[in-house]
T-cell receptor, first 110, second 114 residues
Framework: RKEVEQDPGPFNVPEGATVAFNCTYS??????FFWYRQDCRKEPKLLMS???SGNEDGRFTAQLNRASQYISLLIRDSKLSDSATYLC???????????FGTGTQLKVEL | NAGVTQTPKFRVLKTGQSMTLLCAQD?????MYWYRQDPGMGLRLIHY???????AKGEVPDGYNVSRLKKQNFLLGLESAAPSQTSVYFC?????????????FGDGTRLSIL
């Protein structure tokens, strides 16, 4: 079983739609969680951290369910510019080492 | 404000050749990392460093060596390149001040081994 698993997609949605991605992780001792965004042929960039109480940043909402070991990302009112691959990322050990999921591809269409 | 800079950006090698990828960061970060990214595999950690003069193995270290002689630089070496090392390589750095510190990535190096 992969340490971090995501549905690869692609998710094709119309502009303005709400879309949700889920991610599961296998290490119950994991303590920090993130969503990174990666545009085609570009480097990954931090989108947001995920906190136990859930957190929101504009149109983006992240939630963590420790009991079920899954993380979610909700994007409301999708924009064309949201088209990218979204990486679920888990902090796995000392040295701030991260384990990346393979990513979920989102395509927002007119 | 350069952030993390990787050189070269592209390279084609023949099997058996050696080369070094350079990563430089100007954010005074303690931690630095080398990843490779392959289709369907996500980013996988090759080696990392928690400070000048220290290195440690990641998930896929075989066939690679690293050095961190200066805090701002992290070098990744391929001693004898193999076609299986064809990949996109990303360097990243982060601050050790708390687990929520993001990793900042370079633009990547696209390496092809023929």
């Amino acid at each position: 079983r992969k340490e971090v698993e995501q549905d690869p997609g692609p998710f094709n949605v119309p502009e303005g739609a709400t879309v949700a991605f889920n991610c599961t992780y296998s290490n119950s001792a994991s303590q920090s969680f993130f969503w990174y965004r990666q545009d085609c042929r570009k480097e990954p960039k931090l989108l947001m951290s995920v906190y136990s109480s859930g957190n929101e940043d504009g149109r983006f909402t992240a939630q963590l369910n420790r009991a079920s070991q899954y993380i979610s990302l909700l994007i409301r009112d999708s924009k064309l510019s949201d088209s990218a691959t979204y990486l679920c990322v888990v902090l796995t050990g000392g040295g701030n080492k991260l384990t990346f999921g393979t990513g979920t591809q989102l395509k927002v269409e007119l | 404000n350069a952030g993390v800079t990787q050189t070269p950006k592209f390279r084609v090698l023949k099997t058996g050749q050696s080369m070094t990828l350079l990563c430089a960061q100007d954010m005074n970060h303690e931690y630095m990392y080398w990843y490779r990214q392959d289709p369907g595999m996500g980013l996988r950690l090759i080696h990392y460093s928690v400070g000048e003069g220290t290195t440690a193995k990641g998930e896929v270290p075989d066939g690679y060596n690293v050095s961190r002689l200066k805090k701002q630089n992290f070098l990744l070496g391929l001693e004898s390149a193999a076609p299986s090392q064809t990949s996109v390589y990303f360097c990243a750095s982060s601050s050790p001040q708390g687990p929520d510190q993001p990793q900042h990535f370079g633009d990547g190096t696209r390496l092809s081994i023929l």
